[in-house]
């Protein structure tokens, strides 16, 4: 390269350089001023967090002042000060004279001679604190430097008033109750950093209840309340009323317990009692202790309010209750809590009477069998992840939120864990602004918690791990990526590995893969057992089952990908000592094997190894060759009905047919703590699911086959269908012809009406598992 062109790109080079440094405002020597106006404990709490904050990302002191000394200011003020240490605030209202919405703020950089201000104005001590939290996430921090763009002028304030998370110290929890009041007080800032103003707590634990206890729970009840009151965040809690109001004496003795609490707090803003889950309490015995409960509520915190949820009511329960409603118009009540089991909440929010509050109470913690499923989640995932594996799904979660939200004025969501501390950001940061690019959020998470020079890599790898589990897995290439993508972040910064946020995405991103790949191998060696009981006929019942068994079993003897394996292991192990995380029942105590126990689930068989294992027993005991050899085909052929006929399995990430989803994910069933030996695809259902056909024959004579538990009200293009065979057990069948004149153009729907079983347990109602189409 000529020496000119090399000299002038340097040149270039340097101008640009010099122009970005020029956008940039060093805050690196900056000094702090606080207003007088903004009252303790917000005062000291807003200096603390900004010294505190800064220094751990970039080791720079700022040093709280109280004159104009340095060149270098930020200034934390409230928009009603006139002046800030003898010298006036500059008028930033413009023209309109618009204030500043509540809990909001405006940073702005103001150049005055040679000094540089960058002034934080709430419009509240809340607004003051949330400010904060918009600098220190939007902040360019290394060691030993700070810096902001130079024309930054930000003005922003909550859309939804409540914006909170649960976080119940109680045994339930798959991490916190291994937390110390330093870990809470850390926590609970950094959710305020983000736009949080509220936290729900669960009282009344035993003591004795979890092995993970550090501090006496009755102590944390108040702990967690003076940490509210540290932050001006508003301090709830979830008390279920007694079981059954009914039994003599269990109302009064409710309200002794529950006024003892009261209390003991220094700090109480809202309780919430679910009306049922747990409870079956009529609200004709439940409002009244309800009643009871605002007044000694009212007693020792007089502002705060009373809240109720409709979970599990039926028709009778939810018309009861809005009939009061109505007729007794009672003050004592603040508001109507809409949760997983309520009655549909544009229903709840158009029977409530406008003076009373409707909040969200979203779960956002859980995979499956609750509120938000994962959308056609691989059957892979769910039997090894489970409920509480470490989930961010930020393209989903903003849907939802922008679905149901409009409904609500605000949401304190559900939460049993730090796996969902993505998602609780993105709630938070959702309920300030909806609007706000989910990029752009995830990319302030991940500046925050990792750093700049891993920020937009670290925002490519959370939005990738929500893509892993979009659909099959087994074509999805994207989980391959997504690993190779987090390796390559996991070399480069040796300094993230005791961050407990970075350390188990990293861990999500391992499990994936190793799942993925032990699917393809499970699968693989399925597929050669259906190949040797194909040629059963030939070498006999006997010697195909057990050559059969011998390939299945390779999944328990020649292990894969046990590198991938080995790295979740050391993940788990370093959380479980960052924050308790427990990921296993014999190894770190967690409560359940459904409570986030995904090392205990992370060889699950992932074919139908175990089944086959049972129905080959089952098999052998049959009196003839003949009646082996019938069964063994009719066990080969389940998923492959031959050509012109059709199968799904319903729920399946890769059902061709069925077009419904669930809305509750009961459709991945749990029983015996998870070990289940049924067939995989008896373990997938819907209770009324929805398939269409376009391929079939309008000559050709079909008969409907179905699988499942309890009854089939089957419908073909909306005509009733009579069955000729109706057996209601699992992997039972019923038959349903279907006559010519409906499929006169080859299409078909095939639909299921709803059976009258509101008296029983979602558990025990009936559902589909399996739908055949069969040419005869």
């Not at 000119?4 to 702090?32: H, K, P, S, Y």
């Not at 390559?488 to 993230?496: A, F, T, V």
Request: with cysteine.
């Amino acid at each position: 390269m000529p020496k000119v062109i090399l000299f002038l790109l340097l040149i270039g080079l340097n101008f640009a350089c010099a122009d970005q440094g020029n956008d940039r405002l060093e805050l690196t020597d900056a000094t702090i001023l606080v207003s007088p106006g903004i009252k303790d404990p917000i005062r000291e709490t807003a200096g603390n967090v900004l010294v505190e904050e800064v220094e751990k990302r970039t080791t720079i002191e700022f040093v709280k002042a109280t004159d104009w000394d340095s060149n270098t200011i930020i200034a934390l003020a409230l928009q009603d000060d006139t002046e800030l240490f003898e010298q006036k605030i500059p008028d930033f209202m413009g023209a309109d004279r618009t204030p500043i919405k509540k809990e909001g703020f405006r940073i702005v950089h103001e150049q005055n001679g040679n000094k540089d201000i960058l002034w934080i104005i709430g419009a509240d001590a809340r607004g003051v604190l949330y400010g904060i939290g918009k600098l220190l996430r939007i902040a360019e921090m290394e060691l030993g430097r700070i810096k902001v763009a130079k024309a930054l002028d930000i003005v922003s304030a909550p859309e939804y008033a409540l914006r909170g998370h649960q976080f119940g110290y109680r045994r339930t929890a798959n991490s916190w109750d291994a937390w110390t009041v330093e870990q809470f007080d850390q926590h609970f800032r950094e959710q305020v950093l983000f736009g949080a103003n509220s936290f729900e707590n669960i009282p009344f634990q035993d003591p004795s209840s979890s092995v993970h206890f550090k501090v006496d729970p009755q102590e944390m009840e108040v702990r967690l309340s003076e940490i509210c009151e540290k932050y001006d965040a508003d301090y709830w809690v979830w008390t279920p009323a007694p079981h059954d109001l009914k039994v003599p004496n269990a109302h009064e003795e409710g309200l002794i317990e529950q006024a003892a609490f009261y209390a003991r707090c220094p700090r109480l803003d809202g309780v919430f009692v679910p009306g049922g889950d747990p409870g079956e309490n009529h609200p004709s015995e439940l409002i009244p202790y309800l009643k009871d409960l605002s007044v000694l509520l009212k007693k020792y915190h007089p502002d705060a309010g009373i809240w109720v949820s409709l979970q599990g009511f039926n028709e009778e329960r939810v018309a009861y209750f809005f009939e009061y409603l109505k007729t007794d118009n009672p003050d004592w009540l603040r508001g109507l809590v809409y949760g997983p089991s309520s009655p549909p909440i544009d229903l709840e929010r158009e029977l409530l009477p406008e003076k009373y509050l409707h909040r969200f109470y979203p779960d956002i913690t859980h995979t499956v069998r609750c509120h938000y499923p994962v959308e056609r989640w691989d059957q892979a995932f769910a039997l090894t992840l489970g409920r509480e594996p470490c989930n961010p799904l930020p393209l989903q979660y903003t849907k939802l939120f922008k679905r149901d939200i409009g409904y609500t004025d605000g949401f304190i969501t559900y939460s049993d864990g730090s796996h969902d501390d993505v998602n609780k950001v993105l709630w938070s940061q959702l309920g300030w602004d909806p609007n706000q690019d989910v990029h752009e959020i995830i990319y302030e998470y991940c500046q925050f918690f990792f750093g700049p020079k891993v920020a937009e890599e670290a925002v490519k790898g959370i939005f990738a791990l929500e893509q892993n589990w979009v659909g099959p897995a087994l074509g999805n290439e994207v989980i391959t990526e997504t690993l190779t993508l987090w390796q390559n972040m996991e070399i480069k910064h040796p300094e993230l590995t005791d961050n407990w946020r970075w350390q188990q995405l990293v861990m999500r991103a391992y499990y994936d893969a190793y799942i993925k790949e032990r699917l393809a191998y499970e699968k693989g060696l399925e597929s050669k057992a259906y190949e040797v009981l194909a040629n059963a006929d030939v070498i006999g019942a006997e010697k195909a089952m057990n050559d059969a068994l011998a390939y299945l079993n390779k999944a328990d003897t020649e292990l894969v990908s046990q590198n991938l394996k080995q790295k979740v292991f050391e993940y788990a192990e370093a959380l479980f000592h960052a924050i308790g995380a427990q990921t296993s029942v014999p190894k770190y105590n967690a409560k359940s094997a459904e409570r986030g126990a995904i090392l205990d689930f992370i060889d699950y068989p992932l074919n139908n190894r175990w089944w086959l294992e049972d129905e080959f027993k089952k098999v052998k005991k049959s009196s003839s060759e003949k009646e082996k050899l019938a069964r063994l085909e009719f066990i080969r052929t389940y998923e492959f009905p031959g050509e012109g006929s059709f199968y799904d399995n319903i729920s399946s990430a890769d059902a061709k047919h069925v077009t419904s989803e669930t809305d509750d994910a009961i459709d991945y069933l749990w029983e015996n703590d998870g070990i289940n030996r049924k067939r995989l695809s008896t373990q997938l259902f819907q209770f009324t699911p929805t398939l269409e056909y376009d391929e079939l024959d309008a000559d050709a004579n079909y008969l409907i086959r179905v699988s499942g538990y309890g009854e089939a009200l089957l419908r073909a293009n909306g005509q009733r269908l009579k069955p000729t065979k109706y057996e209601k057990g699992f992997e039972e069948f019923k038959e349903f012809p279907l006559p010519k004149n409906l499929i006169q153009d080859g299409k078909l729907k095939i639909t299921f009406d709803k059976p009258d079983e509101e008296h029983l347990n979602w558990r025990k109602q009936s559902r589909v598992t399996d739908v055949w189409v069969l040419k005869q």
